[in-house]
């Protein structure tokens, strides 16, 4: 196989998402060892048994090929610096970790979710790796979060969104903070696709709130601050939670925005004539004045009844968000909200 097809393998294989585990052993001499590896897995319970891989061409192999035992250390989310450390080559890895030996001297690594004690009771070739087969001799677990990798980057875990969905009222809540957790884990790949800093807006007790801003690669992130009110008649948040709640969540707090506006500014009538136009539109639109021009596009997100239950806010400099109607950008937030609504379990729209 040659040099690209190899890379484009390495990248097929980093697709599958693992957790992080640093494998410790001690030499002949004392001296321990430890690489970061995610070649880990659990083979059998009885016996119970897991494995591992290593490269032929790892400092450390003559000592894990040669050792009896070996622990491993499955890394909690906060550990990314412990993983680091153990994925370069180098004799001083153990400096300031804080380690415990177990009754083999095996050294394990404090602050692990858990620890895997193991004898080792086959090696296989695998090309450029061995295979280790250990028989697990002894276990301890916490309950801190793991770590977790894939695509070559660290990541953290979070239980699936998309669990049974409950018929009982009362799970209503909780089925609502769910899906707002799904929404909120979407967001960097929603933001990464859009090019551009994306909000999550809610309706809370004060009116539309935006609860977080993802940031993108523009310093405009700045000026976007998580976790306030904005208005009701002039943020995109505002305007799309206006246009698809009923009349009674939002009138008592945009009478209240329009009664701060000079005289005749804007009356009900023509805020809900352009209200209308949203909703025909699908998206929402604001400028707002800051130490640069920001725009905002807005589009619902709706729940298994069809109630909006959140807004999905791109934000960029007003000059980049220009342009008719049916740009480009404006499709493509509009098709990531109603891909959440889907995932949510919101009604397809009547066509
Ligand atoms: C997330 C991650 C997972 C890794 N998994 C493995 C693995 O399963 N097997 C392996 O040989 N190397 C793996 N590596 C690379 C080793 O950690 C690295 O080559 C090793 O620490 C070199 O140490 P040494 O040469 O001092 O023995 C991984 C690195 C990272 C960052």
Redesign the pocket.
């Known amino acids: 196989m040659d040099a690209s097809m190899q890379r484009e393998l390495r990248d097929v294989f980093g697709t599958f998402v693992t957790g992080?585990t640093v494998v410790t052993t001690r030499d002949a001499q004392g001296t321990p060892?430890g690489?970061?590896?995610?070649?880990?897995s659990s083979v059998s319970l009885d016996p119970p048994l897991v494995l591992?891989?290593?490269?032929l061409?790892?400092?450390?192999?003559p000592a894990f090929r040669d050792s009896e035992h070996f622990v491993v250390n499955i890394l909690a989310e906060q550990q990314v610096d412990v993983?680091?450390r153990?994925?370069?080559?180098?004799t001083d890895?153990f400096d300031g970790v804080a380690v415990s030996s177990n009754e083999h001297g095996m050294p394990r690594i404090e602050g692990s979710t858990a620890f895997i004690e193991c004898r080792k009771v086959a090696t296989y070739p695998g090309g450029d790796?061995a295979v280790f087969l250990g028989q697990v001799e002894r276990f301890h677990r916490t309950h801190s979060r793991p770590l977790a990798?894939g695509n070559g980057k660290y990541m953290v875990t979070h239980v699936h969104d998309l669990g049974p969905v409950s018929d009982d009222p009362a799970a209503a809540t909780l089925e609502q903070l769910g899906a707002l957790r799904l929404i909120h884990h979407a967001l960097p790949d929603i933001a990464a696709r859009l090019q551009g800093i994306v909000g999550l807006g809610v309706w809370a007790n004060a009116g539309p709130t935006v609860v977080r801003w993802e940031p993108g690669p523009d310093p405009l992130t700045k000026e976007l601050v998580s976790g306030v009110v904005v208005s009701p008649i002039e943020s995109a948040t505002g305007l799309a939670f206006c246009a698809h709640l009923p009349q009674r969540k939002y009138g008592r707090i945009v009478e209240a925005a329009i009664g701060k506006l000079p005289p005749r500014e804007l009356t009900l009538a023509a805020f809900e004539a352009r209200l209308a136009v949203i909703r025909q539109q699908g998206v929402a639109r604001s400028v707002t004045q800051a130490a640069v021009d920001i725009a905002g596009l807005s589009a619902p997100i709706f729940n298994r009844e069809g109630r909006m239950i959140a807004a999905l806010t791109l934000a960029d400099r007003a000059e980049a968000l220009r342009g008719e109607d049916d740009c480009p950008r404006t499709r493509a937030l509009r098709e990531e909200a109603a891909a959440l609504s889907r995932r949510i379990g919101a009604p397809a729209p009547a066509a």
Do not use: D, I, P
């Open positions: 992080v060892h690489v970061t590896a995610n070649s880990f591992w891989s290593q490269s061409k790892a400092n450390s192999f993983s680091q153990f994925a370069r080559a180098g890895k790796h990798f």
